[in-house]
């Protein structure tokens, strides 16, 4: 299953020796040396099949044709959709992060319950992940690719609504729960149809990321301070009831920021729905036994893509007609049998819950399954903290050394930058051989880390930003790399399941790190990076315990 992503042949499909894109060979030729026996003789057996499983050796041909096709238009539209997903699942936890203060002005909630909207997205986050990343695996990527960013964009747009901080919670989660099937499923959809020679672009997906983070960050700079209460006001909420005090009328840019993130993402669901016909991905359909229906995909992606198709569904039945000659009984191994799929609702249920196995199908699979959750879990919980609780401290540090909220919130568009910069350098290390994936993500968690600890022994103006710059530069490269290499590890099958589980982790400790980071907030800021910056040293230790031939597999 594993082989170097870095390496991987890029050749046409089922050919022995390059040939030019524009080369049309003979099908049987092609299926003479792709498939081990002729009738009334042998043919030269594909090396690269030996040892696979049925759905594995049909998933490689579909790999060689996605190889043979390049990166067309279709992939690149796949890239940038999927990127989209990334860009409004950052957006949105930035921009709770930024509104927390006006908001905390306005209603009068205290200290303590600072962390309830980011928890209470955190819930929605933890929940969807889950929800989406299993569903993903059962009802196909089509679905899910659409209705994730259609349920944030309705409830995002209702958010700007309520008057209470129980309504805001509330819509919160609910926007949550759609945010959260967007990583895992973005990072699957995108991994199953881009060529081996384009992986890299799994990482580059995450510099959506910062992108979303500087728009957010621009626009409350735009919005906020030009429509917010002074900073001496307090909120009419309070007892005794302060006159004069802070008012909705006063307070309306956090809803301006909130309604102009909801349209953004309505815009996504626009370009994801209308615009682009998404296609089911081939691999899934392997999964179910649809082969005919990936061939269909593979026929739709070649003509939009303006190239040919060399995979027939004789391919696929010659294959199986080999796996059957040769007696292999336990040839689809740890994958599901289709066939269960059409014998009733219970043995279908049964089917799908079979899928957990895989998981645990190896001492191998079992030392990744658990490292990559308690990674995804202490990772969550680090850059939880740090998203929910930086601009606050930040805000409060800068109050102390007499820096206006304007040129605060400028300060954000500044720290944030440089995560762009940070998520191409992480593609660039994704397919250097000494380097690669792990290396990438060891150093980059570590110096996550050590910038929170930094930044709590510090307080001027200059080292505020560039070393929350230095934080957030450190987990955009951890990130991108984390997220691309994920779903590389898992097969089709459970990919999506694996990396919604991941992200299930990961968003159930991002419920519970604001709480207690809210509770430290009382005693003081730097308690809080503390706790943020510890849990992102979990990581490094997680990861450097990761099995090697696990980077940069080959993906069935």
Known sequence: MFSDGASSSSTPLLLSSSVSENTIMDDRTMDDKAIGMADGGSRAVDPE????????????????????????????????????GYLIDLMWAQVFGLVTSPLQQEIGFPDVQLGNISTCFSAGLTAGAGFWGILVDIVGRQWAFNLTVLISSVFGLCLAAPSTYTGILVLTAFIGFGVGGNIPIDTTITLEFLPQNRRFLLAALSIFQPIGVVIASGLAYGFIPSHSCPAELKSCNASPKPTPCCTKAENFGWRYLILTTGAITLGVFFLRFVIFRFQESPKFLLSKGKDEKAIEVLQYIARFNGRENHITLEDFHRLSDEDSSVGSSGSEGPMLNPKRLKKGFVPKIMSELNRFKIL??????TRLTILVWITYAFDYWGFTIAGSFLPTILKRKNEAINI???????????????????????????????????????????????????FAAVNTEKSNIGLNAMEYFFQSMFNAVLYGWTPEAFPAPIRGTASGLASFWGRLF????????????????NDVLYLAGGGVFVCTVTLALLPRKAMGGQSF
């Open 49 to 84: 099949l030996e040892g696979l499983t049925l759905y594995e050796k049909k998933a490689m041909l579909v790999n060689r044709e996605l190889d043979t096709m390049g990166m067309g238009r279709y992939q690149w539209y796949i890239f940038f959709l999927c990127g989209c």
């Open 360 to 365: 645990f199908s190896s001492v191998t699979m």
């Open 404 to 454: 206006g909220i304007r040129d605060t919130y400028l300060s954000y568009i500044y720290i944030y930058l440089p995560g762009i910069v940070g998520v191409l350098l992480g593609a660039l290390c994704y397919q250097i051989p000494r380097i690669g994936r792990q290396i990438t993500m060891i150093v980059s968690s570590a110096l996550m880390g050590a910038s929170l600890f930094l």
């Open 510 to 525: 991002s419920i519970v790190s604001p709480l207690i980071a809210a509770h430290l907030l009382v005693k003081g800021t």
